[in-house]
């Protein structure tokens, strides 16, 4: 037996109403008449039946990610508690003096932009941080505000990567908003505008709005290390990171086009230059990171993430011009061969990258009958190998739903706590 659907009983539900409706007309008069065909004519109205559908079908799919939907409720506690410092950080937050420096670091690329000027150059001592805005501060309370916030942004930092996997995108550019609006560093500000609201909205196929809010980022971490370039401290290289990150976002948008924009692979060589000895910060950067073996892990990692995108940019290019052009495929297996082969990270999502790359590469190759003759001898060991690798990492990440809603729960509880003891610590 068929079972009834939602829209089935729906359908029925029109009927009456429409039957009522009906019926309303021919026996009621005056205002009572035209406020019940009004309503009817709202009830059944497509644009109505569509947002009730999909209404039922949200549901019915939230009820088959319990787990997810509950880690999202305990993530909505945390912006919740956020915006509730807000209302009284409020009272006394300039948000005015904090909005000057990004109009004036602005005004300062344009202008440099139309006279064709190192706009790194012009930039003049930043003002209207905290520091300036702290001249605000009229009592105590303010204080534990900026304390709260503070405490909350870097805890909503440490969560980005979590409210990717629960999917919550949105929740990702609010918080990056907050972040924006309240931060008291260039760096933090910065990620707010790169990975909760550029990479976000790239993620969702929103090039343009994410380019949009990166660009913004850029601007302020130039500004920031032009203002830095003497003391050349942590702060300083810790920029140079995520500007490097910046570009590697807005170089990974390439497959997300209709259109392919070779454009955006300038932003990937950029990346890698700021990184080694081809450029000057580059070579800063790999000077200071030799005492430094925590900034030469992360300057490796990213390096070799950037290599990463470049192989897939190079794919994507073959994929969609060259595809009778397997000379290109040879490069790019070489080089995933020696990326695989040198790659000592825990970082799993790259290795899938790397793998289903290679796996792609050495079918199209077999396509054009274009394998070597150790290739095609070891074709399908080759294949599977990476397959059951690829399958070991995945069947790791499905147990991974039970410890997420434990640990964001956990984690809930926890900065409630911290945001307790802030409130409570004597002066």
Same mark, same amino acid.
């Given at each position: 037996?068929?079972?009834?659907?939602?829209?089935?009983?729906?359908?029925? @539900?029109?009927?009456?109403?429409?039957?009522?409706?009906?019926?309303?007309?021919?026996?009621?008069?005056?205002?009572?008449?035209?406020?019940?065909?009004?309503?009817?004519?709202?009830?059944?109205?497509?644009?109505?039946?569509?947002?009730?559908?999909? *209404?039922?079908?949200?549901?019915?799919?939230?009820?088959?990610?319990?787990?997810?939907?509950?880690?999202?409720?305990?993530?909505?506690?945390?912006?919740?508690?956020?915006?509730?410092?807000?209302?009284?950080?409020?009272?006394?937050?300039?948000?005015?003096?904090?909005?000057?420096?990004?109009?004036?670091?602005?005004?300062?690329?344009?202008?440099?932009?139309?006279?064709?000027?190192?706009?790194?150059?012009?930039?003049?001592?930043?003002?209207?941080?905290?520091?300036?805005?702290?001249?605000?501060?009229?009592?105590?309370?303010?204080?534990?505000?900026?304390?709260?916030?503070?405490?909350?942004?870097?805890?909503?930092?440490?969560?980005?990567?979590? @409210?990717?996997? @629960?999917?919550?995108?949105?929740?990702?550019?609010?918080?990056?908003?907050?972040?924006?609006?309240?931060?008291?560093?260039?760096?933090?500000?910065?990620?707010?505008?790169?990975?909760? =609201?550029?990479?976000?909205?790239?993620?969702?196929?929103?090039?343009?709005?994410?380019?949009?809010?990166?660009?913004?980022?850029?601007?302020?971490?130039?500004?920031?290390?032009?203002?830095?370039?003497?003391?050349?401290?942590?702060?300083?290289?810790?920029? =140079?990171?995520? *500007?490097?990150?910046?570009?590697?976002?807005?170089?990974?948008?390439?497959?997300?086009?209709?259109?392919?924009?070779?454009?955006?692979?300038?932003?990937?060589?950029?990346? *890698?230059?700021?990184?080694?000895?081809?450029?000057?910060?580059?070579?800063?950067? $790999?000077?200071?990171?030799?005492?430094?073996?925590?900034?030469?892990?992360?300057?490796?990692?990213?390096?070799?993430? =950037?290599?990463?995108? =470049?192989?897939?940019?190079?794919?994507?290019?073959?994929?969609?011009?060259?595809?009778?052009?397997?000379?290109?495929?040879?490069?790019?297996?070489?080089?995933?061969?020696?990326?695989?082969?040198?790659?000592?990270?825990?970082?799993?999502?790259?290795?899938?990258?790397?793998?289903?790359?290679?796996?792609?590469?050495?079918?199209? @190759?077999?396509?054009?009958?274009?394998?070597?003759?150790?290739?095609?001898?070891?074709?399908?060991?080759? $294949?599977?190998?990476?397959?059951?690798?690829?399958?070991?990492?995945?069947?790791?990440?499905?147990?991974?739903?039970?410890?997420?809603?434990?640990?964001?729960?956990?984690?809930?509880?926890?900065?409630?706590?911290?945001?307790?003891?802030?409130?409570?610590?004597?002066?």
């Amino acid at each position: 037996m068929k079972k009834t659907e939602f829209k089935d009983h729906l359908e029925v @539900l029109i009927k009456i109403i429409s039957l009522l409706t009906v019926l309303s007309a021919i026996f009621t008069t005056g205002q009572i008449k035209y406020i019940t065909i009004g309503i009817s004519i709202v009830i059944i109205s497509p644009k109505f039946i569509e947002y009730l559908i999909k *209404k039922y079908k949200f549901r019915k799919e939230k009820s088959t990610n319990k787990i997810i939907l509950e880690s999202s409720k305990h993530i909505n506690k945390i912006y919740a508690l956020a915006k509730a410092n807000e209302k009284n950080l409020k009272k006394n937050f300039d948000l005015n003096e904090a909005k000057k420096v990004e109009k004036r670091y602005k005004k300062i690329i344009k202008d440099c932009k139309k006279n064709q000027k190192d706009y790194s150059l012009e930039i003049p001592k930043l003002v209207g941080t905290f520091e300036d805005i702290r001249k605000a501060v009229k009592n105590i309370d303010f204080a534990k505000n900026m304390e709260i916030t503070n405490y909350l942004i870097d805890e909503i930092m440490d969560l980005q990567r979590i @409210l990717a996997q @629960l999917n919550m995108y949105d929740m990702r550019k609010k918080f990056g908003k907050y972040i924006i609006k309240y931060a008291n560093t260039i760096s933090k500000k910065a990620i707010g505008y790169i990975d909760f =609201i550029g990479w976000t909205e790239i993620l969702l196929g929103n090039n343009n709005e994410g380019k949009k809010a990166i660009d913004e980022a850029i601007i302020l971490i130039d500004a920031r290390l032009y203002e830095l370039k003497e003391t050349k401290n942590d702060e300083y290289f810790e920029l =140079i990171f995520l *500007k490097a990150r910046a570009l590697r976002h807005l170089g990974t948008t390439f497959y997300t086009y209709k259109t392919f924009k070779e454009k955006v692979y300038t932003y990937l060589e950029d990346a *890698k230059k700021i990184l080694n000895e081809t450029s000057p910060i580059g070579v800063e950067l $790999i000077k200071y990171c030799n005492d430094k073996p925590k900034f030469e892990s992360k300057r490796q990692t990213l390096l070799n993430g =950037i290599e990463n995108n =470049i192989e897939l940019y190079k794919y994507e290019q073959y994929r969609r011009f060259f595809k009778n052009d397997p000379n290109r495929l040879r490069e790019i297996l070489n080089n995933l061969n020696k990326d695989i082969e040198n790659d000592k990270t825990d970082e799993n999502h790259r290795k899938l990258k790397l793998l289903s790359l290679r796996t792609q590469v050495l079918i199209e @190759l077999k396509r054009h009958n274009c394998l070597t003759e150790s290739e095609k001898e070891t074709f399908s060991y080759d $294949i599977d190998k990476d397959l059951d690798s690829m399958a070991n990492i995945l069947n790791k990440n499905i147990y991974f739903d039970d410890a997420m809603e434990t640990f964001v729960s956990n984690r809930v509880e926890t900065i409630y706590d911290d945001v307790k003891n802030i409130m409570n610590k004597q002066n």
